[in-house]
C-alpha cells in the first residue's frame, strides 16, 4: 500500500487537460491501487489521476459507507454516453480543497463506459450519489473542479482560503519518500 500526495488547489496541475491512456499496463494498475489506498485513508469516496500528479483520465470511486462492502471502480478513459434530464443537487466536497464544501447540480442518472483494470470496455449505469461522484472525478480530467459550478464569487472565496490554507502547510523536504 502507497500513499501518494494530493495536490491542493489553486495549484495549475489541477487545470489540465489528461490525456487518454493507450494501454492499461502493470504500472497503471499500481496506480490505480494506490490511488484507492490514498482515497480511502483520506478518506474520500472518489479520486482523478491529476490530483496525484499524473496528466492520464483515469478515476477512482467508492461510495460504499461500510468497510467490509466496498465496491471500487477503477475507471480508464471514462466517457458519458448518456445523461438523464432529472437533476441532482448534492453537497460536494473535493480531497484537493480541504474543507470546502458546496451544492452543485449535476444530471441524477448517467451511463459511463470505460476501460476496466484488465483494459477490458465496461459500462455501468450510475444514480444519485454514484453518479454525482463519478462527473465529479470526470471534470477533474478536463480541469474543472467543483468550485468551477459556483459563482465567481463564491469561487473566488474559497479558492482565496485555500491560499491561506496552503501558505500554513509546513514545507515538503526535497528528496523525501513515502
Ligand atoms: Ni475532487
Known sequence: M???P???????????????V??????LRQLMDDMLDTMYDAPGIGLAAPQVG??????????????DEHHPYQMVNPEIKWRSEELLDYEEGCLSLPEQYAQVTRPEKVRVRYLDRDGNS??????????????????????VLFVDHLSKLRR???????????????????GAHG
Not at 499524473?54 to 468497510?67: F, L, Y
Not at 462527473?135 to 480530467?141: A, C, K, S, T, Y
Request: hydrophobic share 40%; with cysteine; charged share 30%.
Open 2 to 4: 502507497a500513499l501518494l
Open 6 to 20: 494530493i495536490i491542493v488547489a489553486p495549484d495549475p496541475r489541477l487545470k489540465l487537460t489528461c490525456e487518454p
Open 22 to 27: 493507450t494501454e492499461v499496463t502493470d504500472e
Open 54 to 67: 499524473v496528466t492520464k483520465r483515469i478515476i477512482v470511486v467508492d461510495v460504499t459507507k461500510n468497510e
Open 122 to 143: 465496461q459500462e455501468v449505469e450510475a444514480s444519485d450519489i454514484l453518479a454525482t461522484c463519478i462527473q465529479h472525478e470526470m471534470d477533474h480530467l478536463d480541469g
Open 156 to 174: 473566488d472565496l474559497i479558492l482565496r482560503k485555500l491560499k491561506k490554507y496552503k501558505a500554513q502547510l509546513p514545507p515538503v523536504k526535497v
